[in-house]
């Protein structure tokens, strides 16, 4: 079963490989140019065709990324809401959350709970990614549909069947766990613990993430010339030197824009975290998202909570401009 | 290359194993769906639903305005995506045929666009809608997911363009077209796959939202479904019957369209280096 769009020149590597391409793109635009210089009115024209589009960008993105900073100057709380009050505090947010343990801790789990995730995310599906290449067709097509079933399953809906699947009383987990002779899990309240609540999460963002993973690692695979292997299997290499030395160097572009890429969007997970059990108990699964949000709407402090917002930008920010950077020198040692 | 028949046989056990783990749930969900509640509230689980019934289905669809929820989604998806392909269309035509100062900025732009963290932005979102008095309307919420499918649209949109050899192009303005018709009919009809990919894509997204309508939309008529699968959960504790019914209904049309489209639509997707 073929995952990858047949179309020409976008290939499994696709992160790494899209960003490159406005390099190849140089040689036709210098091809295709007129002979002599462009008209004012061609000139406009790329302009005009971008406005659209910078104007969203500038009223729907840059808006609210403006107002995020500029309310994190502020004390605005439900008073100040309801009558419309604009009170500058200047850095009292920032201090205030700077000097507070608790955003430390919860800046500290969120790293964690990235890390965990995305370790999880990109070693098992790279593996899943090496087993379809090697399996037999049906079995193949078999775990494909089922990888493609968790990949497309909404994430509102997902997120309801696992607390569904972990329901204290009449989940299914609890059933077979206690089958299995684990009786004192019979009546388990998932989300009564710290960790258990993140076991449950991370399940759920990990099951939906790794069919990405594994379906490119696998198209990837496909790419790579069978003598390759061959090769290095008459040279004696075993599996995991195969995949050391000729997989992972061919795949490296992809398996560094790959992870990035998941590390920006576990550490901005929302919809899973709150879904689950609202950051509880207690409060000890909150994560950074989730915590500018509780601490915003839930406990009315919106300025407090733009501020939490805007360090959390600020730490995507940079995760952002390294990864861009990476992209970018790939780019040059194409 | 022979190998043992071990050696054989573990890629199949563990490829059984995993089917089971990635499926399950999937399975669960349609499962529940059609048991009859006894069989749902039992300590001993009913994992083959004989005697199923559509009880729960009928619930789900009857609670009041559900079909509002339903045509909400529908028109804020449909704005959106149709929205972000017009826009989407004119900006990667620019960035993919013409050479002009700024492109390489505006790339980077969009790049970062489609990152963008909205699950931090909400209670900007919420004050500027909020002061432009459209709280409760569909409006806000279409122009907000227009613009989280946008930057991913135009990144497709440019790949696919940039794949049209530009021969092509200038062939037909040759034989007398202008740079518009030529783009309408030579590069427009090629970019079908392309327009697909996006639209899943966007479709997705709009239809999964959930932090924004929860916070924008406090009233049922400008609610969409992702908020209809929270409304079996009662005081009295979770309907999972319709609970179970309404994810299905919910995910039905994504997993259809998904099966049906992966080919297509799941390079696309990748190419993108987007997930929904």
């Avoid at chain 1, 049906?138 to 569904?164: D, E, F, G, H």
């Avoid at chain 2, 509002?68 to 826009?87: D, E, H, M, Q, R």
């Amino acid at each position: 079963m073929r995952t990858q769009s047949p179309e020409p020149g976008e290939s499994a590597v696709a992160p790494a490989d899209d960003v490159a391409t406005p390099r190849a793109q140089r040689t036709p635009e210098k091809s295709g140019r007129p002979a002599g210089g462009p008209s004012l009115a061609s000139r406009f024209t790329p302009y005009l065709l971008l406005l659209p589009a910078v104007a969203a960008t500038v009223a729907l993105l840059g808006w609210p990324l403006l107002k995020t900073v500029l309310l994190s100057f502020q004390n605005l709380n439900k008073r100040q809401l309801i009558q419309h009050l604009t009170e500058w505090n200047g850095l009292d947010n920032y201090t205030e959350q700077l000097t507070d343990s608790e955003f430390w801790t919860i800046t500290l789990r969120t790293v964690v709970f990235t890390a965990v995730n995305v370790a999880l995310i990109m070693v098992l599906g790279s593996l899943i990614g090496l087993l379809l290449d090697r399996l037999g067709r049906w079995m193949r097509l078999a775990l494909s549909v089922s990888l493609l079933l968790a990949w497309a399953m909404p994430v509102v809906a997902a997120t309801t069947v696992y607390t569904w699947l972990f329901d204290q009383h009449y989940g299914v987990v609890n059933w077979f766990l206690d089958k299995l002779g684990w009786h004192s899990m019979a009546d388990f309240s998932w989300t009564s613990g710290e960790y258990s609540t993140f076991f449950v999460i991370i399940l759920l963002i990990v099951w939906q993430s790794i069919p990405f993973v594994a379906f490119n690692v696998y198209a990837g695979l496909t790419t790579i010339p069978r003598e390759l292997y061959e090769a290095a299997r008459m040279d004696g290499a075993g599996s995991f030197r195969i995949f050391g030395s000729v997989i992972f160097p061919i795949m490296k572009p992809f398996f560094l824009a790959t992870t990035f890429l998941e590390v920006i969007w576990v550490f901005k997970a929302f919809t899973q975290v709150y879904l689950i059990n609202k950051g509880g108990p207690d409060g000890l699964t909150r994560t950074l998202p989730v915590h500018a949000f509780l601490e915003g709407f839930g406990a009315q402090r919106f300025g407090v909570g733009s501020a939490i917002a805007v360090l959390t930008i600020l730490m995507l920010g940079a995760l952002m401009a390294y990864y861009f950077r990476i992209i970018l020198k790939q780019e040059d040692e194409l | 290359m022979r190998r043992s028949l071990i050696g054989r046989t573990w890629p199949n056990a563990i490829a059984a194993v995993l089917f089971v783990f990635f499926l399950f749930p999937v399975y669960w969900m349609v499962a529940t769906s059609f048991k009859r509640d006894k069989d749902i509230v039992s300590r001993d689980p009913v994992f083959l639903p004989l005697d199923g019934t559509w009880a729960h289905f009928d619930r789900a669809v009857h609670v009041p305005h559900f079909w509002t929820y339903v045509t909400n989604s529908l028109v804020v998806t449909a704005g959106a995506v149709l929205g972000s392909l017009v826009i989407a269309t004119l900006a990667a035509f620019a960035v993919a045929r013409m050479r002009f100062r700024g492109r390489r900025g505006f790339v980077l732009v969009v790049m970062a666009a489609q990152m963008a963290p909205w699950e931090v932005m909400i209670i900007a979102a919420y004050l500027i809608v909020r002061d432009n008095d459209l709280l409760n309307s569909l409006v806000p919420l279409t122009a907000f997911y227009l613009m989280m499918v946008l930057p991913f649209t135009i990144w497709t949109l440019r790949g696919f363009i940039a794949a049209v050899p530009k021969e092509l192009e200038e062939s037909a303005m040759v034989d007398g077209c202008t740079r518009t018709q030529a783009f309408a009919k030579v590069i427009f009809p090629l970019l079908a796959p392309g327009l697909m990919s996006t639209s899943l894509f966007g479709f997705i997204t709009a239809w999964n939202e959930f932090p924004l309508v929860n916070i924008l939309s406090k009233k049922e008529s400008a609610q969409t479904l992702p908020l209809w699968l929270s409304s079996f959960q009662t005081n009295a504790g979770t309907d999972w019957g319709a609970t179970m019914a309404a994810s299905t209904l919910f995910a039905l049309p994504i997993l259809i369209l998904f099966v049906f489209l992966q080919r297509k639509a799941v390079g696309g997707l990748t190419d993108g280096a987007v997930k929904g």
